[in-house]
């Protein structure tokens, strides 16, 4: 078993900054991409930013330049460091990693989800 647990949402001013974790545990053989998507109510998730396992990145166009994603291999760790928060950015926020297991076995993961709520 695989799970995903995403962490470092909350309330914030337009402007600052939020830092979100999320971390892979279990039966982990390795990690290839991961990423970070967003749901806002009543719109579909749609993908924040992805890394792949040799730290080539990619971001949605609403993020550049304000968003950076991270890994760190050795913990099974992603991070989304989130600057200059606007109030469209308010949504929960869903880490994701594409996984294969010690079974040989590859899935699509996902964590529980971690609300970011930014105030104007």
């Known amino acids: 078993q695989v799970q995903l647990v995403d962490s470092g949402g909350g309330l914030v001013q337009v402007g600052g900054s939020l830092r979100l974790s999320c971390a892979a545990s279990?039966?982990?053989?390795?990690?290839?991409?991961m990423g970070w998507y967003r749901q806002a109510p009543g719109k579909q998730r749609e993908l924040v930013a992805s890394?792949?396992?040799?730290?080539?990145?990619r971001y949605g166009d609403s993020v550049k330049d304000r968003f950076t994603i991270s890994r760190d291999n050795a913990k099974n760790t992603v991070y989304l460091q989130m600057n200059s928060l606007k109030p469209e950015d308010t949504a929960v926020y869903y880490c994701?990693?594409?996984?294969?297991?010690?079974?040989?076995?590859?899935?699509?993961?996902w964590g529980q989800g971690t609300q970011v709520t930014v105030s104007s």
């Open positions: 994701n990693a594409r996984i294969l297991s010690l079974s040989w076995r590859i899935s699509d993961s």
């Open positions: 279990g039966s982990i053989l390795r990690i290839d991409d």
């Open positions: 890394i792949t396992s040799g730290g080539t990145t």
